[in-house]
C-alpha cells in the first residue's frame, strides 16, 4: 500500500507531519472557529500536552497523534516504551490512542518497503497509520450512508475530519450522504460543556457546504418530537465486545431519546476503535476533565466560585439502544458480540501492525 495516496490537507486532516523537520503540527481544535492556529510539537511531551489539553480531540486523531508522538521519540532517541508510557497517561478512554501506540511498538518486519527521504521506519510506520485511519473512514462513509432516512439527522460532539485522520466517523458519513444527494439536513448538538459541536461540527459542516443547524443539548427532544429529526448518529471513543458505546457525555442521552421517538441511533467508527478485550461499557474508564470546563465558557466564569463540580468527559450508551454499529468493513447489528467479533475477523488491515 503507498503511503501517498492521500492528500490530508485536502481531507481537512487536523495533523501534518514533516519529515524533513520531524514536527508534528496539529490544528489547535480550542481556538476553533475564532482562530486557525497550528501548534508544532518537536518532542514526546509535547505531544502528550496537546492530547491532555486537548489540542487534538477525537478518538481516531488521538491515535494517530500518539503514532507521530512515538515517530518522535525514535528521532530524539527517547526509549519507545518510556515515551508509551507517556502517551498511554493522557487519555484513559480512547481506544484508538492504545491501539496506535501498540502497533508503533511492533518490531519491524524483514520485508521493509523503501523508505522515502528523511523517513524512518518509525516515520513510514505512523505515516501508514495516518493513511490507513483516512481509509477507514472513507469506507465507513461508503456503508453508512444507505441508512440514513431523508430529513433530518442530529449529531453529538465532532466525530468529522477534526476527529479523525481525515474525512470523519460520523462526519464521514453525512459527508458521503450529502455527495449521493440523499436529501439530508444535519442538526449539531452545541455539546456542553466543551462545545464541541458548536466551534467544530459547526464550522466544519458549514466549510464543507453541508446544510447545518446548531441546537443546544437540551433542545432534541423538542426537535424529535416535532418530527424534524429522522436519524441520529455519533462517533465514539470505545466500544466493548457487547455494542455498549462510550462517546461524549450526553450521547446515552440522546439514544434514549431517541428510542422514544422511534428514531434510530447509529453509532460510525473505524474498527480501530473497537475493544474485544473489553466485555462490556461497564468496564470502560471514563475520564473525569477539570472543573473549569464546567464553570466557565473561554474566560468567562458562568458559575459561583468555589462550587463542587462534576465533569465525566464520556458516558456510555447501552447496546440496546443502538440500531447498527457502523465500520469500515461493514454494519453491525445486534447481537453485536457476534457481529462486531465477525466485523474484526474482516478488518482488510488485520497485518497493519506489520508495517514497518
Given at each position: 500500500?503507498?503511503?501517498?495516496?492521500?492528500?490530508?490537507?485536502?481531507?481537512?486532516?487536523?495533523?501534518?507531519?514533516?519529515?524533513?523537520?520531524?514536527?508534528?503540527?496539529?490544528?489547535?481544535?480550542?481556538?476553533?472557529?475564532?482562530?486557525?492556529?497550528?501548534?508544532?510539537?518537536?518532542?514526546?511531551?509535547?505531544?502528550?500536552?496537546?492530547?491532555?489539553?486537548?489540542?487534538?480531540?477525537?478518538?481516531?486523531?488521538?491515535?494517530?497523534?500518539?503514532?507521530?508522538?512515538?515517530?518522535?521519540?525514535?528521532?530524539?532517541?527517547?526509549?519507545?516504551?518510556?515515551?508509551?508510557?507517556?502517551?498511554?497517561?493522557?487519555?484513559?478512554?480512547?481506544?484508538?490512542?492504545?491501539?496506535?501506540?501498540?502497533?508503533?511498538?511492533?518490531?519491524?518486519?524483514?520485508?521493509?518497503?523503501?523508505?522515502?527521504?528523511?523517513?524512518?521506519?518509525?516515520?513510514?510506520?505512523?505515516?501508514?497509520?495516518?493513511?490507513?485511519?483516512?481509509?477507514?473512514?472513507?469506507?465507513?462513509?461508503?456503508?453508512?450512508?444507505?441508512?440514513?432516512?431523508?430529513?433530518?439527522?442530529?449529531?453529538?460532539?465532532?466525530?468529522?475530519?477534526?476527529?479523525?485522520?481525515?474525512?470523519?466517523?460520523?462526519?464521514?458519513?453525512?459527508?458521503?450522504?450529502?455527495?449521493?444527494?440523499?436529501?439530508?439536513?444535519?442538526?449539531?448538538?452545541?455539546?456542553?460543556?466543551?462545545?464541541?459541536?458548536?466551534?467544530?461540527?459547526?464550522?466544519?459542516?458549514?466549510?464543507?457546504?453541508?446544510?447545518?443547524?446548531l441546537i443546544t443539548d437540551n433542545m432534541a427532544a423538542h426537535m424529535m418530537q416535532r418530527g424534524e429529526i429522522q436519524s441520529v448518529i455519533v462517533g465514539a471513543d470505545r466500544i466493548a465486545a457487547n455494542g455498549d458505546t462510550a462517546n461524549k457525555i450526553g450521547t446515552y442521552g440522546l439514544a434514549l431519546l431517541a428510542r422514544a421517538h422511534d428514531?434510530?441511533?447509529?453509532?460510525?467508527?473505524?474498527?480501530?476503535?473497537?475493544?474485544?478485550?473489553?466485555?462490556?461499557?461497564?468496564?470502560?474508564?471514563?475520564?473525569?476533565?477539570?472543573?473549569?470546563?464546567?464553570?466557565?465558557?473561554?474566560?468567562?466564569?458562568?458559575?459561583?466560585?468555589?462550587?463542587?463540580?462534576?465533569?465525566?468527559?464520556?458516558?456510555?450508551?447501552?447496546?440496546?439502544?443502538?440500531?447498527?454499529?457502523?465500520?469500515?468493513?461493514?454494519?453491525?447489528?445486534?447481537?453485536?458480540?457476534?457481529?462486531?467479533?465477525?466485523?474484526?475477523?474482516?478488518?482488510?488491515?488485520?497485518?497493519?501492525?506489520?508495517?514497518?
Open positions: 500500500m503507498s503511503i501517498d495516496v492521500i492528500d490530508f490537507e485536502e481531507m481537512l486532516s487536523p495533523l501534518r507531519f514533516d519529515h524533513g523537520t520531524g514536527v508534528l503540527s496539529l490544528l489547535d481544535q480550542r481556538l476553533l472557529p475564532e482562530r486557525e492556529v497550528w501548534v508544532d510539537c518537536r518532542t514526546v511531551d509535547e505531544v502528550a500536552r496537546a492530547i491532555k489539553d486537548m489540542v487534538v480531540r477525537g478518538a481516531p486523531a488521538i491515535g494517530v497523534a500518539a503514532a507521530y508522538g512515538m515517530a518522535i521519540a525514535g528521532r530524539t532517541h527517547v526509549p519507545l516504551e518510556q515515551a508509551a508510557a507517556t502517551l498511554r497517561a493522557t487519555r484513559p478512554t480512547a481506544v484508538n490512542l492504545f491501539w496506535a501506540i501498540d502497533a508503533m511498538l511492533k518490531p519491524a518486519p524483514l520485508n521493509a518497503p523503501r523508505l522515502g527521504p528523511g523517513m524512518s521506519p518509525l516515520d513510514f510506520r505512523a505515516r501508514s497509520l495516518h493513511t490507513i485511519d483516512v481509509l477507514m473512514c472513507l469506507k465507513i462513509g461508503e456503508h453508512g450512508a444507505p441508512l440514513l432516512p431523508q430529513g433530518g439527522v442530529l449529531t453529538h460532539c465532532n466525530a468529522g475530519a477534526l476527529a479523525t485522520g481525515g474525512y470523519g466517523t460520523a462526519l464521514g458519513v453525512i459527508r458521503t450522504a450529502h455527495k449521493q444527494k440523499r436529501g439530508i439536513h444535519v442538526f449539531a448538538d452545541e455539546t456542553r460543556p466543551f462545545l464541541q459541536g458548536a466551534r467544530l461540527t459547526a464550522w466544519e459542516l458549514h466549510k464543507s457546504g453541508i446544510d447545518v443547524t428514531i434510530p441511533f447509529f453509532v460510525a467508527a473505524p474498527m480501530s476503535t473497537v475493544d474485544l478485550k473489553t466485555p462490556t461499557g461497564r468496564q470502560i474508564p471514563i475520564e473525569e476533565r477539570a472543573p473549569r470546563e464546567v464553570t466557565h465558557v473561554g474566560d468567562k466564569r458562568l458559575a459561583p466560585d468555589g462550587i463542587k463540580v462534576r465533569n465525566p468527559a464520556f458516558d456510555v450508551t447501552p447496546a440496546a439502544l443502538i440500531k447498527g454499529i457502523i465500520t469500515n468493513v461493514g454494519v453491525a447489528e445486534p447481537p453485536y458480540e457476534k457481529s462486531l467479533a465477525a466485523l474484526a475477523e474482516k478488518m482488510p488491515f488485520r497485518g497493519m501492525i506489520e508495517l514497518p
